[in-house]
């Protein structure tokens, strides 16, 4: 064999596994079809789209909130295409950075897309159409997803665009129709929105991130309002149609109330997206996806042939860089003969809006469906010292643990540097930590992690102390 394992796939899950690969002495390539590294999340998702919200949120508080930190500004506008330029340069820094630690650890990286000719045998064909056929003792598939569509929402990339073409428009929308309040609805949403697009969600279900707890989809609502968004819930979209210069999105309210119709300049599809194996030649290999186009695993990762393992977005669960990353040091290790784990319920979602929101464990929706008894325990960021400081009130964190053992079963916030706060919830219930055990840990004053901490003396039955 040319390499004891081959990596498909450069994105965070893929990159990350052929590292750790490597450090553990395997003979390692890995396989982009584009011409540079990183995948979805560097080039298209995470990286360039918290660089357009940082963007955004400076903008925004420059024109809205520096005045009354006695900072005048006259005369401020928007320089658009900087904006767009300093997002690239944040992209190519940080592709450029993976790129180097291929070198570091000795992976060849091959460019070109990689199809199954066997089990054993992978064929990459270049941009160029050149192909060459590489060998492996492992393979992993680690190819990611693709923006999702459906029939009635044909993507043009002109006026109705995905994700992708929405981090690089032309122009500030002057009415973004937003198909999907869901993460990526509401992050790219709210950046137009603070540019100073009007913009309409139009959203199947009663809420927004419906799929987190709902306490965070109506707080987040209520701050995404504050830029002037507009909501319509319980929607299913019938039509959408470029028309030239706009776009003409139908809908139907699914709970029998008025029908939808809205016109825009844009459209943005954010319904989820897809595991994208388009192209790996599956059965060459003995494989095949399932209805959803997910490749079946089990729980080492391994799919039915067991030298081919598949993680982050092309198998179940859900679809986050850092999922696809612990899956990646996982089945290195899994190869290895090392016996590695992963608790799937302590992996922490985020939705990088401003105010950030951030969960790990169960919802309170889904202890209650468990039968499960707990006591919750909330505590707003209105209440902290260090959030009126910084003019960040919006938002609060709660708090779920058991109500006979008080150990903590899910935490779910919704404020200023969520994104990082969660981090410590993680560890606390890493450790099985009591909402009682954190709450008797020493906080920093003043600093938003308070109210984690208050959050936790409520839950245990102690009360928030008064800050």
Same mark, same amino acid.
């Given at each position: ?115 199954? &000719?066997?089990?054993?045998? &992978? ?82 279900? /009663? ?12 707080? =987040? ?5 504050? !830029? ?31 029908? =939808?119709? =809205? ?33 079946? &695993? ?13 993680? /982050? ?97 899910? &935490? ?52 928030? !102390?008064?800050?």
């Amino acid at each position: 064999m040319d390499f004891d394992v081959i990596v498909i796939g450069s994105g965070p899950g893929g990159y990350i596994a052929a590292i750790r690969c490597a450090q553990l002495g395997m003979k390692t390539a890995i396989i982009e079809k584009y011409p540079t590294l990183g995948g979805t999340c560097l080039n298209v998702g995470c990286i360039p789209s918290k660089a357009l919200l940082d963007s955004s949120e400076h903008y925004f508080n420059a024109a809205h909130t520096f005045a009354q930190h006695g900072i005048a500004i006259k005369d401020m506008q928007v320089d658009f295409a900087q904006m767009i330029k300093r997002k690239q340069e944040v992209v190519d820094q940080t592709t450029k950075g993976v790129e180097f630690l291929m070198n570091k650890n000795k992976i060849t990286v091959h460019q070109g897309v990689g199809s199954f &000719v066997d089990k054993n045998t &992978v064929k990459v064909t270049a941009a160029d159409g050149k192909t060459q056929q590489i060998t492996g003792k492992n393979i992993i598939i680690a190819t990611g997803s693709k923006p999702a569509s459906l029939p009635s929402m044909p993507i043009d990339k002109k006026r109705v665009i995905t994700s992708t073409e929405a981090l690089k428009l032309p122009e500030i929308p002057k009415h973004m129709i937003v198909i999907g309040a869901g993460v990526i609805g509401a992050e790219l949403g709210s950046v137009y929105a603070r540019l100073g697009a009007k913009v309409s969600f139009v959203e199947f279900a /009663g809420a927004m991130i419906p799929t987190m707890d709902g306490t965070m989809g109506k707080e =987040l609502q209520k701050a995404v309002r504050k !830029l002037g968004a507009e909501f319509y819930f319980n929607h299913k979209v019938t039509s959408v149609e470029n028309k030239g210069d706009k776009v003409l999105v139908k809908a139907d309210n699914t709970k029998g109330g008025q029908n =939808l119709e =809205l016109e825009g300049d844009y459209c943005l599809v954010s319904i989820g997206r897809r595991p994208y194996t388009d192209g790996l030649g599956l059965e060459n290999a003995g494989l095949k996806a399932d209805e959803r186009g997910r490749i079946t &695993v089990n729980d080492h990762m391994q799919t039915e042939v067991p030298h081919i393992y598949a993680i /982050g977005d092309v198998i179940r669960g859900a679809m986050l860089a850092h999922k696809a990353e612990e899956e990646g040091v996982f089945v290195a290790e899994t190869i290895a003969g090392q016996h590695p784990h992963i608790n799937y319920l302590l992996i922490p979602n985020v939705v990088y809006t401003w105010p950030e929101v951030a969960g790990v464990g169960y919802t309170e929706e889904e202890l209650k469906a468990k039968g499960t008894p707990y006591r919750a325990g909330s505590f707003p960021f209105k209440a902290l010292g260090r959030a009126r400081a910084s003019m960040d009130t919006d938002g609060l964190v709660k708090v779920l643990a058991h109500a006979e053992t008080d150990e903590i079963l899910g &935490v779910h916030m919704i404020g200023p540097r969520t994104a990082d706060m969660i981090a410590e919830a993680v560890v606390a219930m890493e450790f099985r930590a009591a909402a009682e055990d954190i709450g008797m840990m020493s906080h920093a004053h003043p600093t938003y992690t308070e109210a984690f901490k208050e959050a936790c003396l409520v839950a245990s039955g102690k009360g928030a !102390l008064n800050i």
